[in-house]
Nanobody, 124 residues
């Protein structure tokens, strides 16, 4: 099982980025996948997750209305569209997955499978 993130980079406040998480070694249909981040001095948080069973989604309040998660099971890829980015969104973003049907449950637990992360920097 492998998760590989891409799409991070430097963006100005108010800008947008799209992160991608390419999964291999397992079938997305039975796994929920999500995006997690941990800013310096803060606890790790699951910010957005999507169910592999029914496509339902979960968003943490801090990103609700700005970020959109989606998945393409044919490509084995999950995306995170990030708009209206703020300096406080700066950190490494990790993709994680587990054999669980609930998106919300995934976002509040410690998933089993993790990618290595991609850095997002929001600065002018």
């Amino acid at each position: 099982v492998q998760l590989v993130e891409s799409g991070g980079g430097l963006v100005q406040p108010g800008g947008s980025l799209r992160l991608s998480c390419e999964a291999s070694g397992f079938t997305l249909d039975y796994y929920s996948i999500g995006w997690f981040r941990q800013a310096p001095g803060k606890e790790r948080e699951g910010i957005s997750c999507i169910s592999g069973v029914d496509g339902s989604t979960y968003y943490r309040d801090s990103v609700k209305g700005r970020f959109t998660i989606s998945r393409d099971n044919t490509k084995g890829t999950v995306y995170l569209e990030m708009n209206s980015l703020k300096p406080e969104d700066t950190t490494v973003y990790y993709c994680a997955a587990d054999y669980i049907s609930s998106a919300q449950a995934l976002c509040v637990m410690t998933p089993y499978y993790w990618g290595k992360g991609t850095l997002v920097t929001v600065a002018s």
